[in-house]
């Protein structure tokens, strides 16, 4: 039996260049949202800030470690109104402090973190809303110091 090619029914399209774009469920920050995200940088890391009042290590010893973590809802941000100050540490749990030992050693000294362990991470620091109302909080303290 001969074998018949397929005819193609659609013409073939050029391919798109594959662009490494990240697709977030907000567009991007406004001047005033900047303005917050840096603010929030000043500051800190909540969590390591957390820590220091209570006599815990640290985990913030950069100021390019701190980042700004978007609180979701349903897998979505909320906003950027809604928004977090982290270290890199307590919020991927990536860039470990002390590169020869692991995670969970390290989450012993300094904390968990929230991509890695968020039920350890919430019952050591509160939900996500409590942080978010203690951002706030800084934030109007910032603006007005007494």
Known sequence: M????????????????????KRHSTPPPAPHDELRFARMRRIG???CRMNRLRGIATATFRKSDIEIHHIL??????????????CHYHHQGKRLPFTHEGYKAQAEIFGPSLERDPRCFRAMYGSEMDLL????????????PT
């Open 45 to 47: 890391c909540l969590a």
């Open 73 to 86: 809802s349903g897998g979505r941000r909320i906003g950027h109104a809604a928004t977090i100050c982290l």
């Open 133 to 144: 109302e203690q951002q706030n909080a800084l934030l109007v303290g910032e603006l007005c």
């Open 2 to 21: 001969k074998r018949v090619p397929l005819k193609r029914t659609t013409p073939l399209r050029p391919r798109k260049r594959w662009v490494n774009r």
